[in-house]
């Protein structure tokens, strides 16, 4: 079932033991992703990132960078990597309580990309895309980390530079994550 902006996001705040959770669906020429997001950890970037995908913004857009190894980027409706929405975001990565929240940077992390300036955020993610957690160390703590592949990896190790974001959808669903006490 798909829900408003709001209701998705507010499912996502109060939801007790974070038993239900925001996740996108990113569908592709090569199969479909899902990504667990995680608001407790960047709340304004969740925030951000749902209301783009609730507008439709993310649809048709590719993905204008590969790095082997590394990530594969999008969210440039340009395609060039210089696009966004018009609008940034505050670096939640600068906020030492969540990012203390904030997934460390390994394979399937998605996170925000951004220029030198840390509030420049707005619509351009990455996902890593490599096994090893060594090419990412400079990145933890420099980067807002917000979600998580959960599912669909090995369409994500396929994608390349121009590959396309058919449509991508939000929902609130059962974690898939089991819950320990």
Same mark, same amino acid.
């Given at each position: 079932? @798909?829900?408003?902006?709001?209701? /998705?996001?507010?499912?996502? +705040? /109060? *939801?007790?033991?974070?038993?239900?959770? $925001?996740?996108?669906?990113?569908? &592709?020429? %090569?199969?479909?992703?899902?990504?667990?997001?995680? !608001?407790?950890?960047?709340?304004?970037?969740?925030?951000?990132?749902?209301?783009?995908?609730?507008?439709?913004?993310?649809?048709?857009? +590719?993905?204008?960078?590969?790095?082997?190894?590394?990530?594969?980027?999008?969210?440039?409706?340009?395609?060039?990597?210089?696009?966004? !929405?018009?609008? &940034?975001?505050?670096?939640?990565?600068?906020? !030492?309580?969540?990012?203390? %929240?904030?997934?460390?940077?390994? %394979?399937?992390?998605?996170?925000?990309?951004?220029?030198? =300036? $840390?509030?420049?955020?707005? *619509?351009?993610?990455?996902?890593?895309?490599?096994?090893?957690?060594?090419?990412?160390?400079?990145? =933890?703590?420099?980067? &807002?980390?917000?979600?998580?592949?959960?599912?669909?990896?090995?369409?994500?190790?396929?994608?390349?530079?121009?590959?396309?974001? =058919? %449509?991508?959808?939000?929902?609130?669903?059962?974690?898939? @994550?089991?819950? *320990?006490?």
């Amino acid at each position: 079932m @798909r829900f408003s902006l709001l209701g /998705v996001f507010c499912a996502a +705040i /109060v *939801s007790c033991n974070n038993d239900q959770l $925001p996740y996108v669906t990113i569908e &592709t020429e %090569k199969g479909n992703i899902i990504i667990e997001l995680y !608001p407790d950890a960047a709340p304004t970037t969740v925030e951000n990132f749902a209301r783009l995908i609730e507008s439709g913004y993310y649809d048709g857009v +590719i993905f204008h960078r590969h790095v082997p190894v590394f990530v594969i980027q999008g969210g440039d409706p340009q395609g060039t990597g210089s696009g966004g !929405p018009g609008w &940034t975001i505050p670096g939640e990565f600068q906020d !030492p309580e969540l990012r203390d %929240k904030m997934p460390v940077h390994e %394979k399937g992390v998605v996170a925000m990309a951004r220029t030198q =300036n $840390p509030d420049s955020a707005g *619509s351009q993610f990455y996902i890593c895309i490599s096994s090893d957690p060594t090419p990412y160390a400079h990145l =933890n703590g420099s980067y &807002t980390t917000f979600g998580e592949v959960i599912e669909g990896m090995d369409v994500v190790d396929a994608l390349r530079e121009r590959d396309a974001m =058919n %449509k991508v959808t939000i929902e609130i669903t059962q974690s898939h @994550r089991s819950i *320990s006490n």
